[in-house]
C-alpha cells in the first residue's frame, strides 16, 4: 500500500522527467535587435549590507545604460537602506526615481504602487539582493520580444555559492525545476515564476494581484489569462544567496511555498481555457502541490510502520543506507525532492496567514 501511494505521488514528476528528456524543447532567442525602453522596479526591505553591490551589478550589465529607467523601492526598513541607495544610485549614472513606502505594503503593493509611475513599455520586477549574470537582461528582453504572444517571462534562478550542503542541495532542486518550467515553456505557457528577475509588457499587464499569493505566479497568470504566453528564459540568470541558518531558510521557503500554493488555487478560472497550459500542466501542477506532498509522507509512513512489523532488519538497512546516501551525497535529488515536499506539506499548513510583506532572507541581512 504505501509503495503503491509513493509511485502514485511520483506521476506529476515522471511525467516532467519524460516531458525534460523527450519533450519539445524551447527555440533559442538571441538578444534584441533594437532595445525597447525598460522601467526596472527594484524592491528592498534591510539591504543595507548588499544594496551597494546590487547597483554595482546593474552596473556591470551589458545593457545600453539609456534604454532603462530603475524605480527603487523602500519598504520602510528599519536600517540605512534607503540612504545607502540614494547615494549608490547618484554615483552611478544610471537613471533613477526613489519611492519611501510610508507603510509596509510588501512587494505585490510595492510593485503596483510603482508601475502606476513606469514610463516605459516594458517593466522588470527584481529584489535587491539578487545579482544578475551580465547578459542575463538581455536574454530575458529578448525572450520577451521574440515572439508577439510572449506577454512575460522569468529568468532562471540559482544558488550564488555551492560551497555546503544546504546550497548544493537547493541548487540540485533549482535545476530540476528550472527544466520543468523550461518544457513547460516550451509547449505553451508556465506560472512558476522566479520573482528575482521577471520582465512583462505593461500593454497587456498592468496590475500585479496583490490580495492572495506570490507576485511572481501572479504576473504569470494575469498573462495566461489574457490569452498570452508566460515563459522560461534559462540563459536569463540570476544569483541570490541561500541562507546559511536553516531557520533562516526554512521560513524563505515556507513563505514561498505557502504563497505558490495560494496562487495556484486562486486562478482555477483557467483550467476552463482550451489551451496546453489549462488542459494539461495546470492539473499536474496542482497535483504536485497538493497531493503529492501528503501522499509522499502518508507512504513512508506506511512503509515504515509495515517494514517495522514485517522485517525490522531490512528496515534499518534502509535507513542506514539512506543516511549513508545522505552524509556522503546530500545534494542528490531524492534529498532535494524530499525537502521539497516538506516545505510544500509546511506551506499548506501555513494557508491564511498572511505574508504579503516580508523580511530580508538574505545572508546578508540575516541574523
Known amino acids: 500500500m504505501g509503495i503503491a501511494l509513493f509511485i502514485i505521488a511520483l506521476i506529476p514528476y515522471i511525467i516532467y522527467l519524460f516531458g525534460i528528456s523527450f519533450g519539445k524543447k524551447p527555440a533559442e532567442t538571441g538578444f534584441p535587435r533594437e532595445y525597447p525602453k525598460i522601467s526596472m522596479i527594484i524592491s528592498a526591505y534591510n539591504e543595507e549590507r548588499v544594496i551597494g553591490d546590487r547597483i554595482t551589478n546593474l552596473m556591470q550589465c551589458h545593457l545600453p545604460r539609456d534604454s532603462y529607467e530603475l524605480i527603487f523601492i523602500d519598504d520602510c526598513s528599519s536600517d540605512n537602506t534607503l540612504s545607502r541607495a540614494k547615494t549608490c544610485l547618484e554615483k552611478s549614472g544610471i537613471e533613477f526615481r ?23 513599455p516594458i517593466i522588470i520586477t527584481t529584489d535587491a539582493d539578487v545579482f544578475f549574470e551580465p547578459d542575463a537582461v538581455n536574454y530575458l528582453v529578448g525572450r520577451l520580444v521574440s515572439d508577439p504572444k510572449n506577454a512575460a517571462v522569468t529568468g532562471e534562478l540559482l544558488p550564488r555559492s555551492n560551497q555546503n550542503n544546504t546550497t548544493k542541495l537547493e541548487g540540485t532542486y533549482r535545476s530540476y525545476y528550472g527544466r520543468m518550467c523550461d518544457w513547460e515553456s516550451s509547449v505553451d505557457s508556465t506560472y512558476n515564476f522566479n520573482g528575482a528577475l521577471v520582465a512583462f509588457r505593461t500593454d497587456l499587464i498592468r496590475r500585479i494581484d496583490d490580495k492572495r499569493g506570490a507576485d511572481d505566479a501572479n504576473t504569470a497568470f494575469e498573462a495566461i489569462r489574457k490569452g498570452y504566453r508566460a515563459v522560461y528564459e534559462r540563459r536569463a540568470v540570476v544569483f541570490e544567496d541561500v541562507p546559511q541558518s536553516f531557520k533562516v531558510q526554512y521560513r524563505q521557503k515556507i513563505r514561498r511555498a505557502k504563497q505558490l500554493i495560494e496562487a495556484t488555487l486562486a486562478n482555477l478560472d483557467l483550467l476552463g ?17 497538493l497531493c503529492t506532498p501528503i501522499l509522499v509522507f502518508i507512504s513512508l509512513f506506511l512503509i515504515i510502520v509495515g517494514l517495522l512489523y514485517a522485517s525490522p532488519v531490512i528496515l534499518l538497512v534502509l535507513l542506514g543506507l539512506t543516511l549513508g546516501i545522505g552524509v556522503v551525497w546530500p545534494q542528490n535529488l531524492f ?33
Open 98 to 120: 526613489i519611492i519611501a513606502n510610508n507603510e509596509r505594503m510588501g512587494t505585490n503593493r510595492s510593485y503596483n504602487h510603482a508601475m502606476k509611475l513606469a514610463r516605459n
Open 273 to 289: 481555457m482550451s489551451r496546453p497550459f489549462s488542459r494539461f500542466f495546470y492539473p499536474l501542477r496542482l497535483f504536485m502541490y
Open 335 to 367: 534529498n532535494a525532492f524530499v525537502v521539497n515536499q516538506f516545505y510544500l506539506v509546511a506551506g499548506l499548513l501555513n494557508m491564511g496567514k498572511d505574508t504579503r510583506t516580508w523580511e530580508s532572507t538574505s545572508k546578508k541581512g540575516s541574523k
